[in-house]
């Protein structure tokens, strides 16, 4: 037998054993794609013991899938492969279930020989199994309750090295501010490594707010609202171009859209951290050999309880999916790789990413998946109730977009625009672009694109805005002079950029046309 029984458990499988008259039977437990056998009785020594095994074509697979009884003999020809390759001939298959409707593993008796079970026999033997549910129901409560206080825990070393952290980041950021008083004006060469020294120190800041969240449920100040996760999924691919070039290999990464509309409702800058987080985590499994990354949007609407994930409830949902064609996940650490502390990139690692991620799926009443990607890698999906959007324009702020490949400029001309309120998306490539651009274009109401963005020419970003959404506002800018006056000059005035920016977005509101 299996280590960590309850007697309830045991009894349980040695009142079915003698029942049905089988030589063994197992009580397991789902964990994602895959169950455990939390207790045995009959089986051979070290068959199980320790094993993590498939529900995919296998009777407990078939159980927790039907949430019935499921009974099979080899002369159905429908025999699950996992109970053949068992010598199994016969089987009988009771789901446990929780209180709460959700199924969390199965009862199972198997028979090396072809036969029939007795209806009273098995009508008792599904009481039994419910017996075992409510044992088994005690463990999986302690279970939660353990990842709470763990989470707890985390949540306090990240509040503390939070604080320390602030206390430094807020000192530097402030002299920043001072020094660049002290200088007045100066050359546009010094001014923007101030100003890069600032949005660097400023988003130093706003991590250690985020660390401040750790192991809460409901983040402090944090700000919901509607959002179109093909919009959050085009951000996030186009910040990650800019990290991908640090990778000694090559990678493509790509964007791919959803078959239908769907909104999520959620803190924005929270689900781009943890998606983020997966994109360079796949990243970092296909640094040294190169390889593709796949960002996905999809959407599927949940039926009933998932075997899966119990917390995808019934409904419609969203999954954020990051693939990719590396050497997958070891299925030896999979339930790990969520705890804090736990990193598979030894010194390299923190151990806080995936729990980051985690803990903000969670936080938004979602969850996150594991398993391997169509292309043989690993698939990491951020799942986040969602629902179809009602029409084009629901939930989605107007978007101004900032396409320029010089870093400091695209910075300070996004911090202005979000300054008045806007929602910005940016971008340092052609290529980045046009992806922000195909997934919504009559979302981008205004666009400052430089005309020379290094993977190719701006006046491309600019005519497939004007092909698709003819009534958006759309501003060139060069370095190079412009005899024609069509083109913005560098340098320019951010201030009256945004008033223009501003005015476009009221006339695009009212019907009107920015251009």
């Known amino acids: 037998m299996t280590q960590d029984l309850h007697p309830v458990s045991t009894a349980v499988l040695l009142a079915v054993q003698r029942l ?53 003999t080899d002369q159905d020809a429908v025999l699950p492969r996992l109970e053949r390759g068992l010598g199994v001939r016969s089987a009988l298959g009771f789901p446990l279930v929780l209180r709460s409707g959700t199924v969390i593993g199965a009862l199972v008796a ?61 000192s530097a950021l ?52 509607g959002l179109d996760p093909t919009a959050v999924a085009s951000k996030v691919v186009a910040m990650a171009r800019g990290l991908f070039t640090e990778a000694s290999g090559w990678i493509d990464l790509r964007l791919q859209h959803p078959d239908r509309s769907i909104e999520i409702r959620g803190d924005e800058h929270a689900i781009e951290q943890a998606l983020l987080n997966l994109v360079l985590n796949a990243r970092d499994a296909l640094k040294e050999r190169g390889g593709r990354v796949t ?10 309880s998932n075997r899966e994930a119990p917390w995808m ?4 949902w969203a999954e954020l999916v990051v693939d990719d064609d590396g050497p997958g996940v070891d299925e030896t650490q999979a339930e790990r790789l969520f705890e804090p502390g736990f990193t598979t990139k030894g010194e390299r690692g923190s151990g806080l990413g995936l729990f980051l991620v ?50 400091g400029l695209r910075r300070a001309c996004a911090r202005e625009l979000a300054a008045a309120g806007l929602a910005v998306a940016e971008a340092a490539s052609r290529a980045a672009a046009l992806e922000i651009v195909d997934a919504d274009p009559l979302r981008i109401v205004a666009a400052i694109i430089d005309r020379d963005l290094g993977d190719g020419s701006g006046a491309d970003v600019a005519r497939r805005i004007r092909s698709q959404n003819p009534r958006a506002l759309i501003i060139e800018t060069s370095a190079a002079p412009d005899e024609e006056g069509i083109v913005l000059e560098k340098p320019f005035d951010l201030g009256a950029l945004t008033q223009r ?7 695009y509101a009212t019907g009107g046309s920015g251009g």
């Open 20 to 72: 049905l008259q089988v030589p063994f039977c197992l009580l397991t437990r789902v964990t994602g794609d895959s169950f455990v056998v939390h207790a045995e009785v009959g089986a051979p020594s070290g068959l199980f013991q320790g094993k993590t095994l498939p529900l995919a074509d296998s009777l407990v697979g078939e159980v927790v899938s039907e949430r019935t009884l499921v009974s099979f």
């Open 358 to 407: 985690k803990t903000t799926a969670t936080a938004h009443g979602g969850g996150v998946r594991v398993g391997r990607s169509p292309e043989g890698g690993a698939r990491f999906s951020l799942c986040l109730p969602a629902r179809p959007r009602g029409s084009s324009t629901a939930f989605r702020p107007p978007l101004v977009l900032v396409a320029d490949d010089e870093r």
């Open 313 to 316: 409830i019934p409904g419609t």
């Open 110 to 170: 198997l028979d090396r020989e072809a036969r029939t079970y007795n209806p009273r026999d098995v009508e008792l033997c599904a009481g039994l199994a419910r017996a075992a549910a409510a044992d088994l129901e005690e463990t999986f409560t302690f279970d939660r309750a353990a990842e709470l206080e763990r989470a707890r825990l985390a949540g306090l070393l990240a509040r503390g090295m939070a604080h320390d952290f602030g206390n430094v980041v807020s």
């Open 295 to 304: 960002v996905r949007v999809l959407s599927q609407t949940v039926e009933s």
């Open 174 to 225: 402030a002299n920043v501010r001072s020094l660049h008083r002290l200088l007045g004006p100066v050359g546009s060469e010094a001014r923007e490594a101030l100003d890069e020294l600032a949005a660097s120190l400023e988003a130093g800041a706003e991590l250690i707010a985020r660390l401040r969240d750790v192991g809460r449920a409901d983040p402090r100040g944090a700000q919901r609202r």
């Open 501 to 507: 920016v501003l005015a476009a977005v009221r006339l």
